[in-house]
């Protein structure tokens, strides 16, 4: 069954430095992909970055990056500078194939990001 | 921009009522899904849409129905509302092709006493 795994249910990271978030994932598909959630205190669900099962590239957006390592099936969420505003819950999920033009998202159980001045 | 919207962020219900939550996204999207989320658990998919009239189970569908009788409405329902769904209820939308990215509500938030 696939699965997604997030084993840091909280960090701490001082403004301005950068932090690594942790994902693994398991999946038989050949065609997957893999996503990260922002959850602010308010509760809404922000996108943040999409990576491709077959994109070759490390798939970057501003100060998100994600660190995507196939063979390990892991796909790390690093953010650079950190600022306070990026202090939320943070939630990694990968496409699951149903059929057709629908596919289900399965969420791990999110990393809550606490970011210090 | 996209935008989902659900009728209420707050909720507070009785045992044994029936509850309506509604979602309206407003970017045509084929797709519509609703989630409840608790605390160490994550999202967890209750049942989604494909197409108007077109429903389909989820992981945990019971106690819950649904209804989409337009494409940009999507419509959740509790038959008899019990204390162990007090929980957050999110409604997103995607178009149905790659990379099928998810477009989220505010949440309600449902408390059922």
């Known amino acids: 069954a696939q699965k997604i795994t997030q084993t840091q249910p909280g960090m701490f990271v001082q403004e301005k430095e950068a932090v690594t978030l942790d994902c693994t994932y398991d999946?038989?598909?050949?065609?997957?992909?893999l996503f990260w959630y922002k959850q602010p205190s308010s509760g809404e669900m922000i996108f943040l970055i999409y990576?491709?099962?077959?994109?070759?590239q490390n798939a970057t957006e501003g100060r998100y990056s994600l660190n995507f390592q196939k063979a390990r099936k892991s796909a790390n969420l690093v953010i650079s500078a950190s600022q306070l505003g990026d202090s939320a819950m943070y939630f990694c999920?990968?496409?699951?194939?149903?059929?057709?033009?629908?596919?289900?998202?399965?969420f791990g159980t999110g990393t809550l990001l606490a970011v210090q001045p | 921009d996209v935008k989902v919207t659900q009728s209420s962020r707050y909720l507070v219900k009785r045992t044994g009522e029936k509850v309506f939550l509604e979602c309206v996204q407003d970017?045509?999207?084929?797709?519509m899904f609703w989630y409840r989320q608790d605390p160490g658990l994550g999202l967890r998919l209750i049942y989604f849409?494909?197409?108007?009239?077109?429903?389909e189970k989820g992981d945990i569908p019971e106690g819950y129905s649904v209804s989409r009788e337009k494409k940009e409405r999507f419509s959740l329902i509790l038959e008899s509302a019990s204390t162990n769904q007090t929980s957050m209820y999110l409604c997103?939308?995607?178009?149905?092709?790659?990379?099928?990215?998810?477009?989220f509500g505010p949440g309600t938030r449902l408390t059922v006493t």
């Open positions: 997103a939308s995607s178009l149905g092709q790659v990379p099928y990215e998810q477009y």
């Open positions: 999946t038989s598909d050949q065609s997957y992909g």
């Open positions: 990576q491709g099962s077959y994109d070759e």
């Open positions: 999920a990968m496409r699951e194939a149903y059929g057709g033009a629908t596919n289900k998202l399965i």
């Open positions: 970017m045509d999207h084929e797709n």
């Open positions: 849409s494909y197409d108007v009239k077109m429903k």
